[in-house]
């Protein structure tokens, strides 16, 4: 699987939208980037995935640039209980290909 | 189930004794993984188990790990003669393993302190 990188650590505000950065320049064409999340002490939560067009669910919404090389995770307004750690992940899209976690970007948010 | 279910939720023992730890997938989930992650580090895939195949063993890390499959269902972890260094949260998935674009469900975890 590409590896992805993201930067280790951010800061958000209480109501404010946070823009998740994650970098996946040698992602191939039946690569998949998902994102979770793990808030302390529990297992990852799985958030949201996509492959070339934009996605939204109830959780956040996925930006993937048209090229394909990177990506942004919305929350668009974060809540104190959104503070975690956040993994940016590809994947190929086959059965049975095992999810590989990288460092992940911690996210604090703050009143 | 409603999820994935880890027993126990802490183990603690001595170095050298052997420990099993146990997942329940979620009903009619035939894919089963397993990973571990240290104290503020990432997540180390261990081992993945997909219906009747043989088993992905590549992530674990030495021999003294092992993991079944009964019956496509539960699944236990084994580690024998325990070293402090195998303390860790180890964590079970499972998917409906149909493609590979499905989402993974986690249990909460197994906190394993080897003293």
């Known amino acids: 699987d590409a590896k992805t990188t993201q930067p280790p650590s951010m800061d958000c505000a209480e109501g404010r939208a946070a823009n998740l950065p994650c970098n996946h320049s040698?992602?191939?064409?039946?690569?998949?980037v998902y994102w979770y999340r793990q808030i302390h002490s529990q297992g990852p939560q799985y958030i949201i995935h996509?492959?070339?067009n934009n996605e939204t669910n109830e959780m956040a919404s996925l930006i993937i640039t048209e090229d394909r090389k990177s990506s942004t995770l919305i929350l668009p307004h974060a809540t104190l209980r959104d503070t975690a750690v956040y993994y940016c992940?590809?994947?190929?899209?086959?059965?049975?290909?095992?999810?590989?976690f990288g460092g992940g970007t911690r996210v604090l948010v703050k009143p | 189930g409603a999820g994935v279910s880890q027993s126990p939720s802490n183990k603690v023992t001595e170095k050298g004794k052997d420990v099993e730890l146990r997942c329940d997938p979620i009903?009619?989930?035939?894919?089963l993984y397993w990973y571990r992650q240290s104290l503020g580090q990432g997540l180390e895939f261990l081992i993945y188990?997909?219906?009747?195949?043989?088993?992905?063993k590549s992530g674990l890390p030495s021999d003294r790990f092992s993991a079944e499959r009964t019956g496509g269902s539960v699944s236990t972890l084994t580690i024998q003669r325990t070293q402090q260094e195998d303390s860790a949260v180890y964590l079970c998935?499972?998917?409906?393993?149909?493609?590979?674009?499905?989402?993974?469900?986690f249990g909460s975890g197994t906190q394993l302190s080897v003293l």
């Open positions: 998935a499972s998917t409906r393993g149909l493609d590979g674009n499905e989402k993974l469900f």
């Open positions: 040698t992602i191939s064409g039946n690569e998949y």
């Open positions: 996509g492959l070339k």
């Open positions: 992940i590809v994947r190929v899209d086959a059965a049975g290909n095992k999810l590989t």
């Open positions: 009903s009619g989930h035939t894919a």
């Open positions: 188990f997909q219906g009747n195949s043989a088993p992905d």
